[in-house]
């Protein structure tokens, strides 16, 4: 039975989206939202009706101040979603989300490439030992074929010498290059590889998780593109956590609604 089949339990994942400021974290988390159902309408930062960016500040400066988070299901997978601040003033609402999540998400602009501010999340997230998806946006802004033969292949090289070797186009339709770089990242992978022409999708998964792949998609989350094909991505290759029989769990934050009475 495929990993994505409606038969099998939902796995339940919480993820953070992060970014350095701008970067489309809110609008990828309402294309997220809008696509999987949790929300009728599409909100857009720019005309201040979000889902998200809630609060009248965010709306009116058009950036997140407060981590906030939504649920969606995709698929085979139940996300819990955190939305948090790219601004550096708010980085303390952004690095305590870090200690709950299972799987990160980083934008990165495609003509922005990778920021000071990118490098720093890149670090936390090594230190925090999270798995960390991609997603690279605004490819909106470029020509399908400047896109496809200039800025993809100069942000994936970025990506390798400022980031990490091990980041992978999943996006691509090319199976065997998949695979080759996928050989890449891990013996294992490279066994597999060779005596199979495949790397299976468990061993996939375990090599997200252990951090030895990082798994990039190339899209528009204003316009839309991309974004279920990351979404597909994402209910395939992540894994659910396991956790101890007795109940046991973190609050990354306690909020109040502003309109709730003392
Ligand atoms: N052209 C284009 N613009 C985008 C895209 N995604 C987001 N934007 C624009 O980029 C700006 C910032 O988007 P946000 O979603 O607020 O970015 P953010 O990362 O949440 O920003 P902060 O929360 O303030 O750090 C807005 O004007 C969006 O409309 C995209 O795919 N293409
Ligand atoms: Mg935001």
Redesign the pocket.
């Known amino acids: 039975m495929d990993d994505t089949s409606e038969h099998k339990p939902k796995k339940q994942i919480c993820t953070g ?1 992060l ?12 294309g997220m939202l809008f696509l999987s159902g949790s929300i009728r309408t599409l909100g ?3 005309s201040q009706n ?1 889902f ?2 809630m609060y009248e500040p ?1 709306r009116a ?5 407060f981590s906030k988070q939504a649920v969606c299901s995709w698929k085979n997978v139940d996300i819990s979603l955190l ?5 550096v003033d ?1 980085s303390a609402e952004m690095e305590r989300t870090l200690q709950v999540l299972d799987y990160a998400v980083l ?1 990165i ?1 495609i003509t922005d490439g990778v920021q000071g501010h990118t490098q720093t999340l890149w670090r936390l997230l090594k230190q925090y030992h999270i798995p960390v998806f991609l997603f690279i ?5 470029l020509q399908q074929d400047e896109l496809e033969q200039i800025h993809k292949p100069a942000l994936l090289a970025q990506l390798h010498a400022q980031l990490d070797g091990s980041c992978v186009d999943f996006s691509g339709s090319d199976e065997e290059a998949f695979y080759d770089a996928l050989a890449m990242c891990s013996e294992e992978a490279m066994e597999q590889f060779l005596e199979h022409d495949c790397v299976q999708t468990d061993r996939i998964q375990n090599m997200i998780l252990r951090r030895e792949v990082f798994p990039c998609y190339f ?5 839309l ?1 991309g974004v279920e094909e990351f979404l597909d991505g994402f209910a395939r290759y992540t894994k659910e956590p396991q956790y101890p029989q007795q109940f046991a769990a973190k609050v990354f934050k306690i909020a109040r609604d502003e309109k709730e009475t003392v």
Do not use: M, Q, Y
């Open positions: 989206l970014a350095h400021v701008d970067a489309g974290k809110t609008t990828l988390s309402e857009r930062v720019d979000t998200l960016d965010e400066r058009g950036i997140t101040i939305d948090t601040p790219g601004h708010f934008i602009g946006n605004k490819t909106d802004r899209g528009s989350a204003l316009r593109t």
